[in-house]
């Protein structure tokens, strides 16, 4: 049985952002410990301004099979998001940051990248209050020591 | 399958050790499943949450996931893992006599 999973969440789009959600809650409510890590653009997911604008990304996305130029139209990365936050509902997933703050409840660990938050010249007031701290490579590997980790 | 003892009677459980026969199950039985599973004391409100999830398995034919119990069983995600760390809707289900709920949220 796992006993600890550290989950790396490095992109920003919405189809980056909910599997390490899931997997992250999915640990906490198997009693699994679980730290999640926001890296990159992975910060928006836990940036007070961004958060609750997570979208799909429309274009590079095979997985969408729609042709590439009309995933770059003005409004349907947009549209699609919505369309997919529909569905997300119906199956009881919340919103990126509802689906946050209860991992948060869960006692799961949010950790900010510091080079990241450094790069995007951030501070801790930009980023939720659930992120208990921003931290190094060094301290995260600390973090995840003795448990497995996920990159996504 | 298998079987356990609870309060004096045989009851048939799974590999995990969740009843395969929720009407097997009785509320004398729950203090020995909890302790079991790592939680001494069944205080109110563990009986809270594992009467809720009783009810919700006997309205809806599953137990509640995590989110659904903090939304529902008017003990929220935060005391719900303070009361059962291990995993709220898998313990609360597995004192409660039901199958373990699936889902992945």
Known sequence: MIEKVSIIISKGSLEAVYPGLIMANGARAEGIEANLFFTFFGLDAVHRKHHDHIRLATVGNPGLHLPTLAGALPGVSAAMTAYLAKKMAKLDIPPIPEFIEMISDTGAGLYACKASVDLFELAKDDLIEQVQDIITVGEFYDKADGGQIVFT | ?105
């Open chain 2, 1 to 105: 399958m298998s079987t356990a003892t609870y309060a004096g009677t045989e009851v048939t459980v799974n590999e995990e050790g969740f009843f395969t026969d929720p009407a097997a199950w009785t509320e004398a039985m729950a203090p020995e499943i909890a302790d079991e599973a790592g939680i001494a004391e069944l205080t109110d409100q563990h009986w809270q949450v594992i009467r809720h999830v009783r009810h919700e398995y006997t309205e809806k034919g599953s137990g509640p996931t995590v989110r659904a119990l903090g939304k529902t069983s008017g003990v929220g995600v935060k005391q719900l893992y303070e009361l059962f760390p291990k995993g709220p809707a898998k313990l609360a289900a597995k004192i409660a006599g039901i199958p373990k709920p699936r889902g992945c949220i």
